[in-house]
């Protein structure tokens, strides 16, 4: 009798099978709680040709979308056919650090936590190092005490950190595809009542590999975030973070100057204190990724 899953491993895939593999290779031995779903956005079939041959091909519930959707709206189908008591939406350019990844999740989600947050590692300044994206004290704060500063600032990184269960899912806005994964943390995170759990033993690591939404987008990362500010204000958002964001009055633009200084000092202390000092070294199988 197959186990009822309890986590819908949701991979949202573009025109990037390597990333696929390595997640995939990182399930061999993880629960079979885990019900691995993937949307598959690719104009070619590399991607379905390389799932035919591995071993977890049959626990795969596969779907190749023809025409292509889009990255925002693929990532939304998937959040539609989910119905497992918690969702992870992890895209081909993440993956799992360590061997355990997934058993040290799903022990926890056993325990039924409103949601999950794991670490996640980008790339170190030393060769074959990874540091954390932010400072766990930090990211906890902003999480727990002042989640609209997220949309100003994305301490979280991308969704797949985040581990929901079925009755907080909500869509993305395919409106802000600059902003659209911090509009989601704050929608979710502002309803009242439940509590983020802090999951350090297990982490994710960011590779930077394949294709990116922001890649294609004109203008500079401010530019994006006013324009999109405008939008979720003009549809009735009354966030004073987006008024900063959008630089509503002379006032407003001069808070978000002084913003501005006041992160970068604080972003260039923690990428050289976590570059420097506390790093950690890449498993042997990444070391090539990144």
């Known amino acids: 009798m197959s186990?009822?899953?309890?986590?819908?491993?949701?991979?949202?895939?573009?025109?990037?099978?390597?990333?696929?593999?390595?997640?995939?290779?990182?399930?061999?031995?993880?629960p079979h709680e885990v019900r691995i779903v993937v949307n598959d956005d690719s104009t070619t079939t590399q991607v379905e040709d390389c799932l035919k041959?591995?071993?977890?091909?049959?626990?795969?519930?596969?779907?190749?979308?023809?025409?292509?959707?889009?990255?925002?709206?693929?990532?939304?189908?998937?959040?539609?056919?989910?119905?497992?008591?918690?969702?992870?939406?992890?895209?081909?350019?993440?993956?799992?650090?360590?061997?355990?990844?997934?058993d040290v999740l799903v022990n926890k989600l056993r325990t039924a936590p409103d949601m999950v947050m794991v670490d996640l590692w980008v790339p170190g300044i030393w060769p074959g190092t990874v540091r954390l994206h932010t400072?766990?004290?930090?990211?906890?704060?902003?999480?727990?005490?002042?989640?609209?500063y997220l949309l100003r600032r994305n301490v979280l990184g991308p969704p797949s950190v985040i581990v929901l269960k079925e009755s907080l899912r909500a869509p993305f806005d395919p409106r802000i595809p600059w902003m659209v994964d911090v509009e989601w943390y704050h929608r979710i995170l502002c309803v009242g009542g439940?509590?983020?759990?802090?999951?350090?033993?297990?982490?994710?690591?960011h590779t930077?590999?394949?294709?990116?939404?922001?890649q294609s987008m004109e203008g500079t990362p401010s530019q994006r975030r006013c324009k999109?500010?405008?939008?979720?204000?003009?549809?009735?958002?009354r966030s004073l973070v987006l008024r900063l964001n959008a630089g509503s009055s002379f006032g407003f633009r001069f808070l978000a100057a002084f913003e501005t200084m006041a992160w970068?000092?604080?972003r260039v202390y923690h990428r050289i204190s976590l570059g420097l000092f506390r790093f950690q070294s890449l498993p042997q199988h990444l070391r090539k990724v990144l």
């Open 3 to 30: 186990m009822a899953p309890l986590l819908d491993l949701l991979i949202p895939v573009y025109e990037h099978p390597e990333g696929l593999l390595r997640i995939l290779n990182s399930l061999i031995h993880a």
């Open 53 to 102: 041959g591995h071993v977890l091909a049959q626990r795969v519930i596969y779907h190749r979308n023809q025409p292509s959707l889009g990255a925002i709206p693929n990532w939304n189908a998937l959040l539609a056919k989910s119905n497992a008591p918690y969702a992870m939406v992890l895209h081909h350019d993440e993956c799992p650090m360590k061997d355990d990844f997934w």
């Open 135 to 148: 400072p766990r004290r930090l990211r906890r704060w902003i999480v727990n005490r002042f989640p609209a």
């Open 194 to 205: 439940y509590k983020v759990h802090s999951l350090d033993g297990a982490a994710l690591v």
């Open 208 to 214: 930077g590999h394949g294709h990116s939404i922001s």
């Open 228 to 237: 999109e500010s405008r939008i979720l204000l003009e549809s009735g958002h």
């Open 264 to 266: 970068m000092v604080v």
